[in-house]
């Protein structure tokens, strides 16, 4: 397989995404992390853990620092993103399953409700 063109492939998909589709996709790939986070700490991958946690940071990190904050619904969303982050670090301190399933469940409703409101307004 082509590398070169697979990279080709995937830049052009990523930049002809609706920002519907790139938040969505964002949504994803934090439940994806957490996911492999929570199959890392099953079997005592720490630094799997570790690398799973921070990429999830960073995505809620971005998607917090995106805001429009013109609209009232950020203000909202800028609170959700700070309390995730805040049990991302509690999840990192102390690896207690119960929050990373929280976690999971309250970002995928949130993907959820997100890719609804696309599929209304398309």
Do not use: H, P, V, W
Request: aromatic residues 12%.
């Amino acid at each position: 397989m082509n590398i070169n063109g697979y990279q080709q492939y995937k830049q052009q998909s990523i930049s002809t995404m609706t920002n519907a589709e790139m938040l969505i996709l964002l949504y994803d790939e934090s439940i994806k992390r957490l996911t492999m986070a929570q199959f890392a700490l099953d079997k005592k991958d720490y630094a799997q853990f570790e690398e799973c946690i921070e990429r999830t940071e960073k995505i809620i990190r971005y998607l917090s620092s995106i805001l429009d904050r013109k609209y009232d619904i950020s203000s909202n969303l800028y609170r959700l993103y700070d309390y995730f982050l805040f049990q991302l670090g509690r999840l990192r301190a102390g690896r207690d399953k119960e929050i990373l399933i929280d976690l999971k469940g309250k970002i995928t409703e949130i993907r959820d409700t997100f890719k609804e409101a696309d599929k209304i307004s398309s």
